[in-house]
């Protein structure tokens, strides 16, 4: 199985076109990259109706903070491989996204379910400047017990480049 043709020279066509629209920086501050936050959920309504109204808590959440913090949203509730559905359903989403947005440094996936709390929060960019994959784990699972179900992949951070690709 494949997401897409395969693209062997991303870093240089993104280089490329981000000289060519100077008005469309991957940064929009020192340290600062332009981000994209990703999330969706399923186009039919919840089983539910708690679910629903959630649904709804949560995208105001996200477009709250992300107005605060200078960070592009989008929402998805298409389904874009029938082959790849439930959780792996986002990996056809971001892999277009990466793609259609070379403008954005970084890719911000977190679950509908997924809620911030502390809205004055602002990610630590400096950290993750030599970073392509910023995901939280359980330290005792991830390295004592080798085991990849202690990484969380209900918030992650993708840098735009080959490697994500």
């Known amino acids: 199985y494949t ?14 076109w981000l000289a060519k629209n100077p008005s469309f920086p991957n940064f929009i501050g020192p340290n600062k990259p332009r981000v994209l ?13 708690v679910g629903d109204h ?3 808590k949560s ?6 903070y992300c107005r605060l913090h200078g960070i592009e949203i989008f929402y998805n509730m298409a389904l874009l491989d029938a082959e790849m559905a439930g959780f792996w359903a986002k990996l056809p989403l971001i ?5 259609s947005h070379p403008e954005i440094e970084f890719l911000w996936w977190m679950d509908s379910d ?6 004055a929060f602002e990610l630590p ?5 030599d970073y392509n994959l910023v995901m939280h784990g359980w330290n005792e699972m991830v390295y004592d017990q080798k085991n990849w179900i202690g990484l969380n ?13």
């Open 3 to 16: 997401l897409g043709p395969k693209i062997l020279d991303w870093d240089e066509q993104r280089s490329d």
């Open 37 to 49: 936050l990703v999330t969706g959920s399923a186009p039919k309504p919840c089983e539910n109706p």
């Open 54 to 56: 959630y649904l709804l």
């Open 59 to 64: 995208i105001k959440n996200k477009i709250d």
């Open 95 to 99: 892999r277009k996204l990466l793609l």
């Open 114 to 119: 997924a809620m911030f709390t502390d809205m």
């Open 125 to 129: 960019w400096e950290r993750y400047k």
């Open 153 to 165: 992949t209900g918030s992650f951070l993708l840098r735009n480049n080959q490697w994500a690709l």
